[in-house]
């Protein structure tokens, strides 16, 4: 294991650990109250999808133009990420929606962009389960077409409504919030970073054994 | 032997071949004609069609209709694994790219001409009352989710799992264009027809459209090589 | 774009776990067939498809003269005839249709007399404006055959070319190669049946297990040499 593993997740398990601490002392939001919160968690993870689709898009052209299948190891990673962190930014999100705003989904920008977003990369996930031998091209111009997708989902969604509170909502909190907030975005960034380290590796590892068994007819 | 030479050859020949047998043509149409009853059934209520859905339908059996046509015309050609004899000719491959959309894009517009009306008889939608605006954003709708819809169907044709993996891989790229498409359509079906706003989806669509067809045509031969 | 040998330095072509092809070395020249023989699932179709440049080599090179595929590139493709075991058929188009797209599509000049000596020589000529859904097998392999060899390529690869036909069609099958062979050609083909690979070819080399063997055809029956090299 490369010797950042260690103190990395050290310092990403005591930034969590240390995380509620912060989110419990810092100050609570005027309208929404305790739900608001939950916050701290669920933008961080939006964070954490957006940079995972990017990192596949841009693995997938270094894959397509190089044939590199190092870029594939880091395509299938940034796939992988995007989903599970969408997931948890799509629990999350109706979790403090029902509470702050009294309804489980609205079809606003964000929401519905981040979920399009994510099914593309269900779909990227689906393509190299299922697709066969020699799905990892197939799968990289997915991830190619979904990334390039994203500002036009995004203009077209807000063209057609929009509730979601603003971006602008970042630079309003209040100081203690916002020291909270990054902290948060830098735990899970931190989180992002292991993982993907983890992952890659894992996928170079599982080469190893394929190039191991073909040698074995030799 | 020039791109749009290919083009031409290819696209001619797989007219030629869908012509002899109109086995896609017909089974598409009234795959479309299904789809559009079946929503009437859903959505009229003692006889009058619930808002406006007419835009809504359409659309929605256009991008149902073009998923059936992209799958049965890449399923033939696999059957011939006449793709491996296209690839293997001494032409661009991105030609043939080209020649699959337009050939794709001829079937759907035969298809549009039969629903339009459909719709606009079933769900009283006065759409020929903007005509030229309605067809060009049927015509960039359909661009957009045919451009992204061959260059998956071409990538599928050698997966495992082809048939249900096209819709799954294909709807969330196309949103935009089923958005704007409906959108746009619904301004003009509204009781204050709004010209302007078709105008602004309408551009949307051909960004989109822009957009992937330049992604598609520098991703096709990578992606369709071993 | 030109070139008057095939080589295969190594080639080694890997599906996820399995092993197809293990640094396999192999020179065809101009003027020779060569028969590429083997049980099956030993990798003579990954081969010949690495040959036409539809697979890549998982490592090794493969060179045509002296380029490779990646500069070769579109002109290289229109030097090489390739025939798969799955013949590549539109039911819907007739013979003279399918060839004359090819033909066009190849961007060959004298498009008509060239299909009809194609025709004639198949032995369609009569049947040239059937579709071809109706032709038996053996006729579409004539067919398949034709469209292979139409742009007279310098590389000609064939996979099972004689599964399905009869003897008058092996005969004149196998004159067609050799005189494609004599005007310099290089023919490198696969096949099961070894008598007619002993008719038909100058040199015979096997595949097994991934592995190549060559055969001396000289020395006994190629039966008999066949058999010693390919069971494990």
Redesign the interface.
């Given at each position: 294991m490369p010797r950042i593993f260690l103190p990395l997740t050290l310092l990403v398990a005591a930034m969590f650990a240390y995380a509620p601490i912060m989110i419990a002392g810092a100050p609570i939001e005027s309208t929404m109250f305790l739900v608001q919160k939950i916050f701290y968690f669920h933008v961080p993870s939006w964070f954490v999808m957006f940079s995972g689709a990017f990192l596949c898009a841009g693995a997938s052209v270094r894959y397509?133009?190089k044939g590199s299948r190092e870029a594939d190891h880091y395509a299938v990673t940034g796939a992988e990420l995007a989903v599970v962190f969408g997931l948890i930014g799509l629990i999350t999100g109706p979790l403090w929606a029902r509470k702050a705003w009294g309804v489980w989904w609205e079809w606003d920008v964000k929401l519905t962009l981040a979920l399009?977003?994510w099914?593309?990369f269900v779909?990227y996930m689906?393509?190299r389960r299922?697709?066969?031998?020699?799905?990892e091209?197939?799968a990289?111009?997915?991830g190619?077409?979904?990334a390039?997708?994203i500002p036009?989902?995004y203009?077209?969604?807000n063209?057609?409504r929009t509730i979601h509170p603003k971006t602008t909502v970042v630079p309003t909190l209040g100081p203690g919030m916002r020291g909270t907030f990054w902290f948060c975005v830098l735990a899970f960034m931190l989180l992002m970073v292991l993982i993907v380290a983890a992952r890659v590796r894992l996928e170079r590892q599982r080469a190893l054994v394929?190039e191991l068994?073909?040698n074995l007819?030799? | 032997m020039t791109f749009l030479r290919v083009v031409w050859l290819v696209m001619r020949k797989d007219l030629l071949v869908e012509l002899r047998s109109r086995e896609i043509l017909y089974t598409t149409v009234f795959f479309a004609v299904s789809c559009v009853l079946v929503f009437a059934f859903g959505f009229v209520r003692e006889g009058q069609p619930m808002g406006d859905v007419g835009a809504g339908i359409l659309w929605i059996a256009v991008a149902f209709s073009g998923t059936l046509a992209l799958g049965r015309a890449f399923e033939r050609e696999r059957q011939s694994e006449t793709l491996r004899a296209l690839l293997l000719a001494p032409v661009d491959r991105p030609a043939l790219y080209v020649a699959k959309l337009l050939g794709v894009m001829t079937l759907m517009a035969a298809v549009q001409v039969v629903i339009v009306p459909l719709v606009a008889l079933f769900f009283q939608a006065p759409l020929f009352e903007h005509f030229l605006m309605l067809a060009a954003l049927l015509f960039a709708g359909t661009v957009g989710f045919t451009a992204v819809g061959t260059m998956f169907a071409a990538m599928l044709s050698r997966a495992r799992s082809r048939d249900v993996l096209l819709p799954v891989l294909l709807y969330p790229i196309t949103v935009p264009v089923i958005i704007a498409g409906v959108r746009g359509t619904a301004a003009l079906l509204q009781a204050e027809p709004d010209p302007a706003a078709a105008r602004a989806w309408l551009s949307l669509l051909v960004s989109f459209d822009v957009v992937f067809i330049t992604l598609a045509l520098w991703t096709f031969e990578p992606v369709m090589t071993d | 774009m030109d070139f008057d040998s095939l080589t295969f330095h190594s080639v080694t072509r890997n599906f996820g776990r399995r092993r197809a092809l293990n640094r396999v070395s192999l020179t065809c020249r101009a003027g020779e067939i060569v028969a590429l023989l083997g049980p099956n699932g030993a990798g003579k179709s990954t081969l010949l498809s690495i040959a036409a440049t539809l697979l890549s080599p998982s490592a090794g090179t493969v060179r045509y003269g002296t380029h490779t595929a990646g500069d070769g590139g579109a002109s290289l493709r229109g030097r090489i005839g390739f025939l798969a075991p799955d013949l590549f058929v539109y039911p819907e188009l007739s013979a003279a249709e399918k060839l004359t797209f090819f033909a066009r599509l190849h961007g060959l000049r004298d498009v008509g007399p060239l299909v009809e000596a194609a025709l004639r020589g198949a032995g369609l000529y009569d049947r040239r404006d059937d579709p071809a859904g109706n032709f038996s097998r053996g006729m579409r392999q004539r067919l398949a055959i034709e469209r292979a060899l139409l742009h007279a390529p310098r590389l000609v690869l064939l996979d099972e070319p004689f599964t399905g036909l009869d003897d008058a069609a092996v005969e004149a099958i196998g004159t067609r190669l050799s005189a494609l062979r004599d005007a310099g050609a290089i023919v490198l083909l696969t096949t099961h049946d070894l008598e007619v690979a002993e008719r038909v070819a100058n040199r015979a080399v096997v595949l097994s297990g991934g592995r190549l063997e060559a055969i001396d055809m000289s020395r006994g029956g190629l039966r008999e040499s066949y058999r010693r090299v390919a069971t494990p």
């Open positions: 397509l133009a399009v977003v099914l593309t779909a689906l393509l299922y697709g066969g031998p020699g799905s091209k197939l990289a111009g997915v190619i077409f979904g390039a997708n036009f989902v203009y077209s969604v063209w057609w394929d068994y073909l007819e030799d | - | -």
